[in-house]
């Protein structure tokens, strides 16, 4: 039984279900690792500020799976005196369980915050979400820990829970779960992909949140789009997630690479940040669920280019041009894919900008390129690299060759994704949005 096709999805479920906390003093609130891409779709859809909730539970120690007690930032701690009595635990005990689970903890903010400060939550609604709930032990220490922090109200919010376990929680003031099976298995029989969340994505969310439109100023009510769409591509119809500001220069497209989508966290984050420069967005699905089974379509450029240019003729169409000027953003094969169609005859493309791409993937295609092109690379993907120095090569559009320190092919360390991000935004900024007087363009070359 697979309800949600991976976290992104279950947050965006979940934030339509919330739909009514909108425009409350809120402060949305991931468990990592696995909450965090659930609660930065929450708080997109929220328009409200993500912070982590950082929990250690304080297990009895003959039996560490009982909770006597749990921890939190700030010194926030919360005993079961029952527990404590019961077990009888000494106050020695007790302090060493601590001094460990306190060492952990500290390690684990220092690593997600980066010196970030945590959003205060004296008088505010907690909405603490996470990716599912099992036994609940650690969603009740997290509801504790933030009326501890000052929280007037705690909301709790997961896609998928135990009936009993709903039920049992008395913790916060309210729980919100799209999914309560009397015959629960286990989170994860729940999602498609249910592949674990590692710090660096954490970090990449949370640095993402920070660019969402609400923090600069805009909210709900101004005018802007956000919507699922569905576009007709010849006999398919494609998925897709589009945002347009109120005032729209300029629109990116993704071409997502093999085995991603539109609900990928890392094109999902980069979004993000074009959305906090004024840019518009539509993430694509380019193939059906049932295409990506043949591995062959995944590798078939012209189909996926055929299919991004039916994409920008929708939207041009539907927009009556208020999208602005259209910008591709193509990651792996998806990198070909926006690359030839941007050199299809008539293409209206401004500029393109590939992430551990395969422009290579594109051929003869290349030679027709007129769009200014960014290929942003990771050092330490050295076979795309070399692909990527080769396109050049064969490319008399304006081309720049932007190479990430210590990357990988997935821009997976730490801080690398948001590096990616900033150069593309500048590029997109430059190409697709009104130049200030005075600005420079960015520089061409490898």
């Known amino acids: ?114 010196g970030r400060h945590p959003v205060d939550l004296r008088g505010r609604t907690a909405v603490i979400v996470d990716d599912g709930i099992a036994t609940g032990s650690t969603a009740r220490a997290a509801c504790q820990v933030a009326r501890q922090l000052g929280a007037g109200e705690v909301v709790l919010a997961v896609p998928v829970a135990p009936a009993r376990a709903i039920v049992e929680l008395k913790e916060p003031d309210d729980v919100v779960c799209l999914l309560s099976p009397q015959d629960f298995q286990a989170v994860g029989y729940y999602y498609r992909d249910f592949s674990p969340t590692e710090d660096g994505q954490v970090v990449q969310l949370l640095d993402a949140a920070a660019s969402l439109p609400h923090h600069a100023g805009r909210v709900g009510g101004n005018g802007s789009l956000e919507d699922d769409v569905e576009i007709p591509a010849g006999a398919a119809v494609l998925q897709g997630s589009l945002y347009l500001p109120a005032r729209c220069d300029g629109t990116v497209l993704f071409a997502h690479g093999s085995g991603s989508s539109r609900h990928s966290t890392r094109n999902r984050f980069v979004a993000s940040v074009l959305h906090g420069a004024g840019l518009g967005t539509l993430l694509l699905d380019l193939l059906s669920p049932e295409e990506e089974v043949t591995r062959a379509n995944v590798f078939d450029i012209a189909l996926l280019a055929q299919r991004l240019s039916a994409a920008t003729h929708w939207l041009e169409a539907r927009h009556d041009g208020s999208a602005g000027r259209i910008g591709y953003f193509g990651a792996s094969t998806g990198a070909g894919a926006a690359l030839w169609a941007a050199a299809e005859p008539g293409a209206q493309v401004a500029a393109v900008v590939s992430r551990g791409g395969r422009p290579d993937l594109a051929g003869p295609k290349l030679a027709a390129v007129r769009a200014p092109t960014l290929l942003i690379v ?25 190479v990430v320190p210590g990357a990988t092919h997935l821009f997976e360390e730490p801080g690398t994704l948001a590096m990616a991000a900033a150069l593309a935004t500048d590029w997109f900024r430059h190409y697709l949005l009104p130049s ?7 520089g061409a070359g490898g």
């Not at 696995?34 to 609660?39: D, I, N, S």
């Not at 990771?378 to 932007?402: Q, Y």
Request: a positive charge; aromatic letters at 2%.
């Open 378 to 402: 990771g050092s330490a993907d050295k076979h795309v690299l070399a692909l990527n120095r080769e396109a050049m090569a064969g490319m008399p559009a304006p081309t720049r060759l932007e």
């Open 1 to 114: 039984m697979v309800t949600f096709l991976n976290r992104s999805d279950a947050g965006r479920r979940l934030g339509k279900r919330l739909a009514g906390l909108r425009g409350r003093d809120i402060v949305v609130l991931g468990l990592p690792r696995g909450g965090v891409p659930v609660a930065f779709e929450v708080a997109k859809a929220l328009e409200a500020p993500l912070d982590v909730i950082v929990v250690r539970k304080l297990g009895v120690p003959f039996q560490p799976e009982v909770a006597m007690g749990a921890i939190g930032e700030g010194n926030v701690r919360v005993l079961d005196p029952g527990t404590i009595a019961a077990a009888r635990i000494s106050q020695e005990d007790l302090d060493l369980v601590e001094r460990q689970e306190r060492a952990v903890l500290d390690s684990r903010i220092a690593r997600l915050r980066r």
């Open 436 to 442: 200030p007087v005075g600005q420079a363009a960015p």
